[in-house]
Nanobody, 124 residues
Framework: QVQLVESGGGLVQAGGSLRLSCAASGRPFSSYALGWFRQTPGKEREFVAGISLSGGTTDYADSVKGRFMISRDNAKNTVYLQMNNLKPEDTAVYYC?????????????????WGRGTQVTVSS
């Protein structure tokens, strides 16, 4: 079992930045690939970014490329999502998730563990 707890969400103006954190506990953190997803009411959960077990490989949704950066600190059992140049359309609940392999990283149902989410609201 892996427990994931997100933090760092909040209200920010368009063009601003936020850094989300996701702290993990339970099984060895370095055994899991990690992803960030987001969801708005009435829509499916959307892949945002993923990072491999070692942190050496990352992947991003086209909508956030060049603005968001995912990273992980295996010593601290934490994954981060640095979000820059935020836009109103980035408003959503952001979730972190863990799976054992980096493949299929953009597919939400392939993830084994999920946090409860943190709200990000970007005002125009």
């Amino acid at each position: 079992q892996v427990q994931l707890v997100e933090s760092g969400g909040g209200l920010v103006q368009a063009g601003g930045s936020l850094r989300l954190s996701c702290a993990a506990s339970g099984r060895p953190f370095s055994s899991y690939a990690l992803g960030w997803f987001r969801q708005t009411p009435g829509k499916e959960r959307e892949f945002v970014a993923g990072i491999s077990l070692s942190g050496g490989t990352t992947d991003y949704a086209d909508s956030v490329k060049g603005r968001f950066m995912i990273s992980r600190d295996n010593a601290k059992n934490t994954v981060y999502l640095q979000m820059n140049n935020l836009k109103p359309e980035d408003t959503a609940v952001y979730y972190c998730a863990a799976k054992q392999r980096f493949r299929d990283r953009s597919v939400s149902y392939m993830y084994d563990y999920w946090g409860r989410g943190t709200q990000v609201t970007v005002s125009s």
